[in-house]
């Protein structure tokens, strides 16, 4: 889980200069709802969160070194590319009923039918794994038990660009346990693999990804079509920002060798880092090199605990502090899918719970909520009207209650 966020007010790369320097959003531009209107209202205005959901749908869009690129132009004036982005208008409220249980739904943190703090009981998963190991295990369970037939996972290569990759044997996930904080396409992998051999799917997303698949789920398909249909469990993580792959390489190139590089870590807030774990031990840098390092997307981001997921898993925050708190994730609950995959994984003694330290649930509110009014905020900022929001919805009840 990042730090909080600045708010920023980078200029609509399309729009106008307004009287105060800013860039004023033209709306009803006459692009449409296909690639020209997600070009426009999304690439243009790096506002693309390189989730991939626009990918492997036509022969028209590709992802190339941590970006998205159109091969041809394309004349539709509605398409799934514009309307599963998760960067493009989106009904969050109706997402949210059609999705989960209404009574179950809370403002901070959305979906709640529980909240843990957990990790693998095997020490070997959690030194290979990202904190707790908690990912690795359920997905790892999920196989064993045939909940899934496959898993899109991400994978970090020598050069810090992770690619997302398809596993189905629990053994395999062990190798891929490590963040680098660089966006990997991973709905676009599942586009490709859902028309294979595969039935039953199940992908690790961070919250834009899993918005994008909740747009994909709420899309009426054509008849013959419903590849969604194979997709039946969504492993969410906790994000503050994501880095842009370009930028962080440059950062990183000047400190180490990329191909020593293991992993990567943000402690907490305090410490004001970025850990680069390396083969010769850990690197801090400072966040003030990382910040402008941020995905520029990643400034209007709503989500910070993949609220459109089965469960979401993050780092824990705990008393004893950060050597301690970095082998546990704090998890919620959020499908019945994800309760009965969780008290399987207990039943089995795969995991391992600890009481929740009191004010723990409290604090991940307030910092989720913190997350949403900057989101509101640079939004504004970044459309130049204190009434466009550009993707969110202002008369969504839980964006209205933020509004100053």
């Known amino acids: 889980m990042g730090p909080r966020l600045p708010a920023v007010g980078r200029g609509f790369a399309h729009g106008a200069p307004s009287a105060q320097g800013r860039l004023v959003v033209t709306q009803n531009r006459g692009e ?23 990918i492997g749908l036509c022969p028209y869009q590709a992802y190339h070194n941590d970006s998205v690129v159109a091969l041809h132009g394309c004349d539709m004036k509605e398409g799934k590319c514009y309307a599963f982005c998760p ?21 901070e943190l959305g979906a709640m ?16 794994a990202q904190h707790g190991g908690t990912v690795t295990t359920l997905i790892a369970l999920a196989l064993e038990e ?5 898993a899109v996972v991400a994978e970090s290569q020598t050069d810090c660009l992770p690619r997302a990759v398809v596993v189905s044997d629990s053994k395999e996930l062990r190798k891929r346990g490590k963040s680098s904080f660089v966006v990997s396409p991973m709905i676009a992998k599942f586009n490709e693999i859902a028309r294979s051999e595969f039935q039953k799917i199940g992908v690790v997303a961070t919250p834009c990804q899993a918005l994008a698949i909740a747009k994909m789920r709420s899309e009426s398909t054509p008849k013959g079509d419903e590849t969604i249909d194979k997709l039946k469990l969504v492993m969410g993580l906790f994000c503050g920002w994501a880095l ?24 907490p807030s305090k410490y004001h880092t970025l850990e680069v774990l390396t083969k010769d031990g850990p690197l ?30 993050g780092s824990a925050r705990l008393s004893e502090g950060w050597d301690v708190a970095r082998s546990w994730n704090q998890v919620i609950v959020r499908t019945q899918q994800g309760h009965d995959l969780m008290e399987l994984a207990r039943t089995r003694g795969l995991l391992e719970f600890r009481n929740v330290p009191e004010g723990n649930l409290e604090r991940l509110k307030r910092a989720s909520l913190n997350k949403k009014r900057t989101a509101i905020k640079n939004l504004t900022r970044k459309s130049g009207r204190s009434d466009e929001l550009l993707y969110l ?12």
């Open 32 to 54: 449409g709802k296909g690639q020209q209107g997600l070009q426009k209202r999304v690439l243009e205005s790096q506002l693309c969160t390189g989730c991939g959901a626009c």
């Open 87 to 107: 960067r493009t208008p989106t009904d969050l409220d109706g997402l949210r009923k059609r999705l989960f249980e209404g009574e179950e739904i809370t403002e």
């Open 113 to 128: 039918r529980g909240f843990y703090i957990v990790r693998a009981t095997e020490e070997q998963v959690r030194k290979s």
């Open 146 to 150: 045939g909940m899934i037939d496959a």
């Open 244 to 267: 842009s792959w370009r930028k962080v390489v440059e950062l990183l190139r000047k400190r180490t060798d990329l191909k020593t590089i293991t992993g990567m870590d943000i402690p």
């Open 284 to 313: 801090a840098i400072s966040l003030d090199e990382i910040t402008p390092c941020i995905r520029e997307a990643c400034h209007y981001c709503f989500d910070m605990t993949a609220e459109f997921s089965d469960i979401s898993v």
């Open 393 to 404: 919805d202002r008369r969504d009840p839980i964006i209205g209650s933020l509004i100053d």
